[in-house]
């Protein structure tokens, strides 16, 4: 299992930014919560299993990005939705997958 199966990219997501560093698939936010988002066991050059690391990886950048439901003020709403953006697209620019790339992009 070479580096790239374990994980691809290392997220640092404040409550309202991301930032994508070489390494693994690591959401993190400001408090140092750490989500790592592992696909060893993923086919990640089929369809299938690039469609299941992105749902991983959103999941993974709503919980660091402390996405919730319910009433807030417009701006929350905006910077939430700004660290969720941020964070996906570091962590599916980082994988170098077309597939992920395409799923991203869809």
Same mark, same amino acid.
């Given at each position: 299992m070479n580096n790239?199966?374990?994980?691809?990219?290392?997220i640092v997501a404040t409550a309202f930014c991301g930032t994508a560093m070489a390494g693994e698939v690591?959401?993190?936010?400001?408090e140092?919560?750490?989500?790592a988002v592992g696909f060893s066991d993923l086919n990640i050059n089929s369809q299938?299993?690039?469609?299941v690391l992105y749902r991983r990886i959103e999941k993974a950048a709503r919980q660091?990005?402390?996405?919730?439901?319910?009433l807030k003020p417009?701006?929350?709403i905006n910077n939430e939705k700004a660290c969720l953006a *941020? %964070? #996906?697209? @570091?962590?599916? *620019? %980082? #994988?170098? @997958?077309?597939?992920?790339?395409n799923v991203h992009a869809s």
């Open positions: 790239r199966q374990k994980f691809i990219a290392i690591v959401m993190q936010n400001q140092h919560e750490r989500v299938a299993g690039a469609k660091v990005c402390g996405i919730t439901h319910g417009i701006q929350v *941020a %964070s #996906i697209d @570091s962590a599916v *620019a %980082s #994988i170098h @997958s077309e597939l992920v790339d």
